[in-house]
């Protein structure tokens, strides 16, 4: 079942004279996980910045699932799954005590919530440590509490932004799986913000940022077959040469 998570069209943003985005177009659907590529610079933060509507964009259109983030904006939102680029974790509670602040903006009770927090939290081997202060964490297992937090209200699409920088490589291979295997067994869809190229799996849908336009967008298998280049890694350099990443 393929169904359209996300949908940008004709995104253009600019910070006063500097331009960010430049007509950006692209969809992200149900079931996949999306990469979104591009060295630093190259807009990711800022078009999370739009989809969440930490600010907003004159030019082009965003839907969630159909809904118009402007004019319907809290089905649209209520949709929405965020991990940021900054960790957004309050240090001196539990783990439990912050998702269920996260959970109570949402409108789930408490024993709802409760039970919402174990699943999620087991599904990331969390679950025992979820007594503990935020600020006792590894970075690692910050980023696992703040990956099960965004998915307390069974959002439709995942928001990303380099989940993995700054983590050593078991923790970031644990986050990049966990991702993989929330995709294929619930549906759901992710957008991942990266400029990390082996973060990238064999079935990725890819699109290729670079100076706020979109390079390329497809399957990654797609991509490599049309360009007859031989790996993402060589598409990152055929697509964004020039920059200083
Ligand atoms: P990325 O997340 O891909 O590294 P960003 O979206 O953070 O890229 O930045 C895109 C461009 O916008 C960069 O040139 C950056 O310097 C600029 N930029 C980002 N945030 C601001 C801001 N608050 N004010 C002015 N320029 C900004
Ligand atoms: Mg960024």
């Given at each position: 079942?393929?169904?359209?998570?996300?949908?940008?069209?004709?995104?253009?943003?600019?910070?006063?004279?500097?331009?960010?985005?430049?007509?950006?177009?692209?969809?992200?659907?149900?079931?996949?996980?999306?990469?979104?590529?591009?060295?630093?610079?190259?807009?990711?933060?800022?078009l999370?910045?739009?989809?969440?509507r930490?600010y907003?964009?004159?030019?082009?259109?965003?839907?969630?699932?159909?809904?118009?983030?402007?004019?319907?904006?809290?089905?649209?939102?209520?949709?929405?799954?965020?991990?940021?680029?900054?960790t957004?974790?309050?240090p001196?509670?539990?783990?439990?005590?912050?998702l269920?602040?996260?959970?109570?903006?949402?409108?789930?009770?408490?024993?709802?919530?409760?039970k919402?927090?174990?699943e999620?939290l087991?599904r990331?081997?969390?679950?025992?440590r979820?007594?503990?202060?935020?600020?006792?964490?590894?970075?690692?297992?910050?980023?696992?509490?703040?990956?099960?937090?965004?998915?307390?209200?069974?959002?439709s699409?995942?928001?990303?932004?380099?989940?993995?920088?700054?983590l050593?490589?078991?923790s970031r291979?644990?986050?990049?799986?966990h991702?993989?295997d929330?995709v294929?067994?619930?549906?759901?869809?992710?957008?991942?913000a990266?400029?990390?190229?082996d973060e990238?799996?064999?079935?990725?849908?890819?699109?290729?940022?670079h100076?706020g336009?979109?390079?390329?967008?497809?399957?990654?298998?797609?991509?490599?077959h049309?360009t007859?280049w031989?790996?993402?890694?060589?598409?990152?350099q055929?697509?964004?040469?020039?920059?200083?990443a």
């Amino acid at each position: 079942m393929t169904e359209i998570a996300l949908a940008v069209e004709n995104l253009s943003f600019a910070y006063g004279a500097k331009k960010a985005l430049d007509a950006v177009s692209f969809k992200v659907q149900s079931g996949e996980c999306t990469i979104l590529l591009g060295p630093n610079g190259a807009g990711k933060s800022t078009l999370f910045s739009l989809i969440t509507r930490l600010y907003d964009a004159r030019e082009g259109r965003i839907e969630l699932c159909g809904f118009d983030i402007k004019k319907q904006s809290l089905q649209a939102l209520a949709r929405l799954g965020v991990v940021f680029q900054q960790t957004t974790l309050d240090p001196d509670l539990s783990v439990t005590q912050n998702l269920r602040y996260h959970a109570a903006l949402h409108g789930i009770g408490r024993k709802a919530a409760d039970k919402r927090i174990q699943e999620e939290l087991e599904r990331l081997a969390m679950f025992e440590r979820r007594g503990e202060k935020v600020r006792q964490l590894n970075g690692g297992h910050k980023r696992r509490v703040e990956i099960a937090r965004a998915l307390l209200h069974r959002p439709s699409l995942l928001l990303l932004d380099e989940p993995t920088v700054g983590l050593d490589m078991p923790s970031r291979q644990a986050i990049v799986s966990h991702v993989h295997d929330l995709v294929s067994q619930q549906n759901l869809a992710v957008l991942w913000a990266t400029h990390l190229i082996d973060e990238i799996a064999a079935d990725d849908s890819l699109i290729v940022l670079h100076k706020g336009q979109v390079k390329a967008s497809g399957k990654l298998s797609e991509i490599l077959h049309t360009t007859g280049w031989a790996d993402p890694g060589q598409v990152f350099q055929k697509l964004t040469q020039g920059s200083q990443a």
